[in-house]
């Protein structure tokens, strides 16, 4: 782990530093579900005090990426699918009622929407090649689609799905295949909305969704599996 500890930083700065960290190892399966550790583990492999160690774990535990308990200390909390299955019905609706919204409106089109057009409608030679960087601008694009209609306290709520089912949803793009098919299913998500063909539209995100949904699953239950097999064999 990268030395933490830097001169003039505060307890809350080292805390904001290990909390990303820690969020980004759990993200990355470095740190598995209902792996246990305490906060004297974690301060010393971040490298820092148990201080802001324990400020970065109490805060993961609101958001509910990681469990404590008496006597036993830390555990990453254990993926439950039927949560994530939940969390991406209440996206699909949510994205539904924001297509809805949008082909009512496709003839004055909103600068959220121009944006869009700008990054996606482009040539084939233009699409990028990071699946870091594809898996960042997916997740806005479907983020933009809501901010659009200008619902704020549905974009909240968007918001909140969004960071919740990160954990899983990068893995859609751990293969490069993904890439150019993004690309495809967004330009004609934005191609039905501008020629306001409400259902096709409807019909390309639901099921755009659900593709996503159901490959991080895949992939996610084989990780599980692969991790359980090199425990075992320890």
């Known amino acids: 782990m990268p030395n933490m500890t830097r001169a003039g930083s505060s307890s809350d700065n080292l805390s904001e530093l290990v909390y990303q960290q820690i ?10 579900p209902g792996e246990r550790f305490t906060e004297s583990e974690i301060a010393l492999s971040y490298q820092v005090s148990r201080t ?14 990681v469990e404590v308990a008496f006597r036993s200390g830390w555990t990453v ?23 809805r919204k949008l082909c009512s409106s496709a003839s004055q089109p909103s600068k959220e929407m121009k944006h869009l057009h700008k990054i996606w409608m482009v040539a084939p030679e233009q699409y990028l090649s990071s699946l870091k960087a594809m898996a960042k601008i997916d997740e806005d694009f479907h983020c933009a689609l809501v901010r659009a209609i200008g619902n704020q306290e549905m974009i909240k709520i968007h918001q909140e799905v969004s960071e ?21 299913e967004h330009q004609a998500i934005l191609n039905y909305i501008a020629q306001q063909q409400t259902e096709l539209a409807v019909e390309k995100i639901s099921a755009h969704i659900q593709q996503s949904r159901d490959e991080v699953k895949k992939i996610t239950l084989g990780m599980l599996s692969q991790h359980a097999v090199v425990k075992a064999s320890r």
Request: hydrophobic share 40%.
């Open 23 to 32: 969020k980004n190892d759990i993200f990355d399966f470095k740190l598995m």
């Open 164 to 184: 919740k089912i990160r954990i899983i949803r990068r893995l859609d793009f751990s293969k490069t295949d993904r890439i150019e098919a993004t690309y495809a």
């Open 52 to 65: 802001p160690a324990r400020q970065a774990l109490y805060r993961l535990q609101q958001e509910g990426y």
């Open 77 to 99: 909390r254990p993926l439950n699918l039927q949560y994530y299955d939940e969390l991406y019905e209440l996206r699909i609706m949510i994205e539904q009622y924001a297509i």
